[in-house]
């Protein structure tokens, strides 16, 4: 038996005022996208801003449905709505911002699986990285330079 090792590359910002004024702005759209979250069951917003390459800026929030499976993350909201509404347009970065309504998380938190495998699709897609930025409410944030370091194994149009 062979093994393969598996490394993957990550930086730690101390805190949102160690991001250049641009990301810190772009962060701070995250945060108000997480305040406006639709959670009343799991009771965990998420905020989701992202940079198109033309400089406009969007948000989502994740949205939940008393039929579980029928609800979508933040970061899947702002992804389909900028591939539907601005579909020539690449994605150069994405903001998040999640914690549970009754307590501040100073963890970042990534995107989930599902998360993943949409940014993969989208950064197949366009042949470009997407810088991913994800924090709590407070504290460190993460900063990956590609989707690739979250999914190391990534499933996508080559694997059809």
Known sequence: MKEVKV???LSVIESIEEL???EKELMLKAIQAREKAYAPYSRFQVGAAILLDNGLVLEGSN???AAYPSGLCAERVVIFYAG???PFNKIEKLFISASPMDRELETPIPPCGACRQSI???EVKQDQSIEIYFMGT???IYKSDSLKNLLPFMFDKGSL
Do not use: I, L
Request: no cysteine; glycine share 6%.
């Open 7 to 9: 490394e993957t590359k």
């Open 20 to 22: 250049t004024s641009a």
């Open 63 to 65: 949205q939940e449905n």
């Open 84 to 86: 539907a509404n601005h």
């Open 120 to 122: 993969a699709e989208y």
């Open 138 to 140: 407070k504290g460190q």
